[in-house]
């Protein structure tokens, strides 16, 4: 076949140019490449209509050969468009090897901060057994702070890397890496509420409860499930001397809890001493004040000195003062009202009326010592008091 060059300047071997287009009669200045074999170029007009032998009634219509363009479908389209088409190509392919290659870089880059974070709170487990067992100390209490940062933060990373999109040759990894974390995730809360919690004196259990050795156990044996080149969880989930440092840390809180009790009774007590010296000289210092009253008075007045219970009876000595000028031997009834009190809690108040009380002689100015007896079946002998105020009219 014949090669030309065109006004372009390609060089071409059918009648139309592969780059612009042009027919080869129309590339005015083309000339014909060495080499090649010279064919006669064949202009439109001389082209002749070719009649074919007529078929019964058929009228032949005349037509013309139409130049073929060679060179195939890339000659067809050009170098241009087919640049083109292979720039586009190659960045499609480039583009999917990047987006697959950034999903495992964003995945590893979730379990590092799994590795990192899991390292930290391996570390904060492990000072548990160094807490002083007191959880009202400022130790602690910035200790449970630190603790509840870490265990937000291991919670929002577990349901980031649950979710997170995870290249297929790390899907069994992923599996066994979000049972762990949810393993982990639950025995932080149980530490969580032994450091938080306050218990009931006597009542919390010495040592933690056979539901978290059995959760520790299962998390040490999925932690062997984690072993990887670049990060290691195997060992920063590994938990195993957890139990150990919590049981440690009960046995100080329950000695603290023991000795703030033992504290706390001392305390009760010396406070209701002292609110009991404190009512015990109230009442001193008004039966001081009765008996002066009853010096000085011009009527007369009984003071009870002692009470004391026997089963079913209160037995009430004291002495009557005759205040006036005149000798007397009786007085024909009365009414008294006892209060007991133990700790300054009243735990009986009593009244009860007598008629005629023969005293024998009362001088004036004088008194004389009389004892009353008020039976109930409520008092008994265990009666506990610890003082009294008896109010006698007559």
């Given amino acids: 076949m014949e090669k030309w060059i065109c006004s372009c300047g390609e060089e071409n071997e059918g009648n139309f140019c592969i780059k612009c287009g042009k ?9 014909v490449s060495e080499n090649t074999m010279q064919m006669p170029v064949v202009s439109q007009q001389h082209m002749q209509p070719v009649a074919p032998p007529p078929i019964n009634n058929y009228q032949y219509q005349p037509s013309y050969e139409v130049p073929v363009q060679q060179g195939g479908f890339f000659n067809r389209i050009g170098k241009g468009p087919l640049i083109g088409i292979v720039a586009v190509l190659v960045i499609a392919i480039f583009g999917m090897v990047g987006y697959f290659s950034g999903i495992e870089s964003r995945y590893m880059n979730k379990v590092k901060d799994a590795d990192n974070l899991t390292a930290e709170i391996h570390t904060l487990l492990s000072e548990v057994n160094s807490l002083d067992g007191d959880p009202d100390s400022d130790a602690t209490k910035k200790y449970i702070s630190k603790y509840e940062d870490l265990s937000k933060r291991f919670d929002d990373l577990t349901v980031d890397i649950k979710d997170a999109k995870v290249p297929k040759k790390y899907t069994d990894y992923n599996v066994s890496l979000v049972d762990a974390m949810e393993m982990e995730g639950q025995i932080l809360k149980s530490v969580h509420d032994v450091l938080v919690n306050t218990p009931d004196n006597g009542k919390y259990p010495a040592t933690v409860s056979n539901d978290f050795q059995t959760s520790v156990t299962n998390l040490v044996n999925k932690s062997s499930d984690l072993s990887m080149d670049e990060v290691q969880l195997d060992r920063n989930m590994n938990l195993s001397k957890l139990v150990q440092d919590v049981n440690a840390y009960l046995v100080r ?4 809890a023991e000795q703030k009790r033992i504290e706390a009774e001392r305390k009760a007590r010396m406070e209701a001493l002292q609110r009991l010296d404190t009512f015990r000289r109230g009442l001193k ?25 026997y089963d079913g009876k209160l037995t009430i000595e004291g002495d009557f003062y005759n205040g006036s000028n005149r000798s007397g031997s009786y007085i024909n009834g009365l009414s008294m009202h006892v209060v007991l009190y133990n700790q300054g809690e009243v735990v009986r108040d009593i009244s009860s009326h007598f008629g005629y009380v023969y005293l024998g002689t009362i001088y004036p100015y004088g008194s004389v010592y009389h004892k009353f007896n008020i039976y109930d079946s409520s008092i008994t002998e265990n009666l506990i008091f610890d003082s009294f105020d008896v109010t006698v009219n007559f």
């Fill in 23 to 31: 027919r080869r009669e129309e590339a005015a200045g083309g000339t």
């Fill in 253 to 256: 809180y329950h000695n603290v």
């Fill in 285 to 309: 210092e008004s039966f001081d004040a009765k008996r002066r009253d009853a010096r000085s008075t011009r009527s007369g007045i009984y003071l009870a000195n002692n009470v004391t219970c």
